[in-house]
């Protein structure tokens, strides 16, 4: 049963453009339900030029914080007192908390991403891991990995200078594990040959270009413990449909938007949300998209 708003409930909310298709409101005020926390959760479209206003309006309210998404990931780090070391090294904040007069920013993608992978019984330390990108999202996801102690981490990406600059920012601030190649075939097959973890953190096969995958040949499946794809529209990728046909234990990106979540619900509220509840809120997203038709 949902909260009854009262003079106590709180709020929460989610700055960005587009933000008409975010699930994010779903499951944080289910996760507001569960936790029996009095507060709600909103999203705010902003437009070009009105996020200072935006933001001074939601520290005049006492709002607790908000999540930032496209475009703004970047542009918040402008109005934050201070930044977290993790969204320091990823050079964007996806959470911030209100505190008084002071705005704190986050990122929370990469721990969203080992949480997901650890609901799974899915460990990173001493993995080969390969990892398919290198913008926004491999970067987060790279960082978090040379954190846990991957053994190496192989960023193959379509332009090779992006691999190249996050490896050297991975291996100088975090651990010297990571090495970088361009998106081809021979390459992709010199690095997936022994990795035990595959990654897509690119958009490739996402509605409305299902038909897509990242990568052209299928053998670089063949004995691939664990794969990952960033994507969650739709919820079985080609990419996770080759994983599938090939044994592997295949996990989409649902998992991630979830956990990163409530670490941003963690942040605001002060609590701590057991895994299961995770899992719970998974199964409330999935339900949702099989009775959404017209989600895209």
């Not at 709002?63 to 970047?74: A, E, L, R, S």
Request: with cysteine.
């Amino acid at each position: 049963m949902a909260h009854q708003i009262t003079s106590k409930t709180s709020i929460s909310g989610l700055l960005g453009n587009p933000i008409e298709h975010s699930v994010s409101p779903i499951f944080q005020n289910k996760l507001c339900e569960i936790m029996n926390v009095p507060s709600v959760y909103l999203p705010f479209r902003v437009m070009q030029g009105d996020l200072a206003k935006v933001v001074r309006g939601l520290q005049a309210l006492n709002v607790k914080g908000f999540n930032v998404t496209i475009p703004y990931k970047t542009q918040i780090l402008d109005f934050l007192n201070e930044v977290s070391e993790e969204a320091s090294l990823m050079g964007a904040v996806n959470t911030v908390k209100i505190y008084g007069d002071k705005l704190y920013g986050y990122n929370t993608d990469g721990l969203g991403f080992i949480r997901a992978l650890e609901s799974q019984d899915v460990c990173i330390e001493d993995k080969n891991v390969v990892v398919l990108g290198a913008g926004g999202a491999a970067r987060a996801v790279v960082v978090k990995l040379a954190q846990k102690g991957a053994k190496r981490v192989a960023i193959l990406n379509r332009t090779q200078d992006k691999a190249k600059n996050l490896s050297e920012l991975v291996n100088e601030r975090v651990a010297n594990v990571a090495v970088s190649a361009e998106l081809a075939r021979d390459l992709i097959d010199k690095y997936a040959i022994d990795c035990d973890i595959l990654i897509n953190t690119t958009s490739v096969g996402m509605w409305p270009d299902i038909n897509k995958c990242p990568v052209d040949s299928k053998s670089i499946f063949i004995n691939k413990p664990v794969v990952f794809d960033m994507v969650y529209n739709p919820l079985k990728t080609k990419f996770i449909s080759i994983a599938e046909a090939n044994f592997c234990k295949a996990i989409n990106g649902l998992g991630m938007l979830v956990y990163q979540g409530i670490c941003a619900f963690e942040i605001w509220h002060e609590v701590s949300v057991p895994t299961k509840i995770g899992i719970e809120l998974i199964a409330v997203l999935e339900q949702y998209f099989a009775e959404m038709q017209d989600f895209r």
